[in-house]
T-cell receptor, first 114, second 114 residues
Framework: NAGVTQTPKFRVLKTGQSMTLLCAQDMNHEYMYWYRQDPGMGLRLIHYSVGEGTTAKGEVPDGYNVSRLKKQNFLLGLESAAPSQTSVYFC?????????????FGQGTRLTVV | AQSVTQLDSHVSVSEGTPVLLRCNYSSSYSPSLFWYVQHPNKGLQLLLKYTSAATLVKGINGFEAEFKKSETSFHLTKPSAHMSDAAEYFCVVSDWAAGNKLTFGGGTRVLVKP
């Protein structure tokens, strides 16, 4: 019963390098999200998807791109990493959009950009 | 726009004493509210959610929260703290009418002293 799985769990990048974070869920959820967590700021929404083939910007989308080619996967890309993107990244999913719908979170990816 | 304010960034309690974590929210319509807990270097776990069926909500591990519409508050309490309650707690409001986007408070870090 995997739930939401993120890979990798840790990564160190040099400024200007690119990388892709993978989120996979096995619950047949329609909605998927990428958040970043920074001290004292809670989690902030980067991008989200309301279904396969659709994506939308969240609160802090600059410097990131996403794709949802398959319903179960949501990819977060950094084309040219910057030190300001050092953070812990969380993926989440929900079954549908509705009152009191619970979000399920992955274990997080700790990214350091040097 | 929705917003969440957690009134204390840190709370320190002695084991066996009550815990109170304060949360105020702003929402233009009937909110969906949640409390999540994050233990060190772990993902987020749902503690409880407001379902609109009852204003007093019971969650896991002895936690409960009371929804007060007139005060726009959703404070989290536990009668007797345990060492395992040391963690960071997030109050969250969901924009369920628009993609279930979650807005997080800044978090309250709980320290439990023996």
């Amino acid at each position: 019963n995997a739930g939401v799985t993120q890979t990798p769990k840790f990564r160190v990048l040099k400024t200007g390098q690119s990388m892709t974070l993978l989120c996979a869920q096995d619950m047949n959820h329609e909605y998927m999200y990428w958040y970043r967590q920074d001290p004292g700021m809670g989690l902030r929404l980067i991008h989200y998807s309301v279904g396969e083939g659709t994506t939308a910007k969240g609160e802090v989308p600059d410097g990131y791109n996403v794709s949802r080619l398959k319903k179960q996967n949501f990819l977060l890309g950094l084309e040219s990493a910057a030190p300001s993107q050092t953070s812990v990244y969380f993926c989440a999913s929900t079954l549908f959009s509705g009152e009191n719908t619970e979000a399920f979170f992955g274990q997080g990816t700790r990214l350091t950009v040097v | 726009a929705q917003s969440v304010t957690q009134l204390d960034s840190h709370v320190s309690v002695s084991e066996g004493t009550p815990v109170l974590l304060r949360c105020n929210y702003s929402s233009s319509y009937s909110p969906s509210l949640f409390w999540y807990v994050q233990h060190p270097n772990k993902g987020l776990q749902l503690l409880l959610k407001y379902t609109s069926a009852a204003t007093l909500v019971k969650g896991i591990n002895g936690f409960e929260a009371e929804f007060k519409k007139s005060e726009t508050s959703f404070h989290l309490t536990k009668p007797s703290a345990h060492m395992s309650d040391a963690a960071e707690y997030f109050c969250v409001v969901s924009d369920w009418a628009a993609g279930n986007k979650l807005t997080f408070g800044g978090g309250t870090r709980v320290l439990v002293k023996p």
